[in-house]
């Protein structure tokens, strides 16, 4: 679909909320808002009407700017994989395929952060909204699920197209970047996306979005068979869930 933007909106010290409107009418939506006065302002500025706003999992960094949201925004719909306090909500869950007034998501579970978390997919515009399960050269804590939800949830990500463009709920880029120098030293693959990722990090003071193809390549907890992760696994004898639970103990206490 052409003439779609999203537009990455800062929130609190390292949320990202993000907007995507098109250039036909005058329709926007919001996914994850946690501060609702920045993206009010932004909506005012770009005279775009909230129409959706959708959440890929409960937790209040995500939610927060629901209800003042509402307040500016009566019409809105919402579209949550749980309930959020006492308001009346569309309830998401796997399988389903959502049209807005310019585009549809595909909606995946993704437990292991959370039970209740979905991932958003737009399959014509190859955007994906992954929330807290993956981070760039990461992935999102396990609060509620069982490594092997998670380890599940990364797996569906694997399977999308190269194309894609992940848009995740974090700016934790550079602290994955000091794990995996700490696990897997010196690396070829791991050193060029450091450049690559310190470049946009000094032009665009963020590190998102970013290619689900190269994702592929340099994220052992997305891809546990990954070049980068190839020399640690001949040593050790990880399954690849094994090898995913590892690398992410390990990560929670780095
Ligand atoms: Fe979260």
New binding site residues.
């Given amino acids: 679909m052409k003439g779609l933007s999203v537009e990455i909106i800062k929130q609190l010290s390292d949320n990202y909320s993000y907007l995507i409107f098109n250039n036909s009418n005058s329709s926007s939506i919001i996914i994850d808002p946690a501060e609702a006065n920045i993206i009010i302002t932004l909506l005012k500025k770009k005279k775009l009407k909230l129409d959706y706003i959708f959440i890929t ?1 409960h ?1 209040s ?2 939610t927060s700017g629901v209800l003042d949201l509402i307040k500016e925004y009566p019409e809105v719909k919402i579209f949550s994989p749980s309930k959020l306090l006492s308001l009346s909500i569309n309830k998401i869950s796997d399988g389903d395929k959502i049209k807005t007034s310019f585009n549809e998501f595909h909606i995946l579970s993704a437990p292991g ?2 039970l209740d978390h979905v991932i958003l997919f737009d399959q014509n515009n190859n955007f994906l909204f992954v ?2 399960v993956l981070f760039r050269l990461g992935c ?1 804590r396990i ?1 509620e699920g069982t490594s092997k939800q998670m380890h599940n949830s990364l797996n569906k990500i694997l399977e999308l197209s190269d194309q894609t463009m992940v848009y995740c ?1 974090h700016e934790y880029t550079i602290n994955n970047i000091k794990f995996l120098e700490h696990i897997f030293n010196k690396n070829t693959i791991l050193e060029q996306s450091k450049i690559q990722i310190m470049e946009e990090l000094n032009s665009n003071k963020r590190s998102i979005p970013f290619n689900l193809g190269e994702e592929k390549r340099s994220n052992p907890f997305l891809n546990p068979r990954c070049e980068m992760a190839s020399e640690f696994r001949k040593k050790n004898n990880y399954s690849d869930h094994g090898f995913f639970r590892y690398l992410r103990e390990k990560k929670d206490n780095f």
């Fill in positions: 999992h937790h960094d995500h952060h959370t929330g807290d999102g609060f709920g």
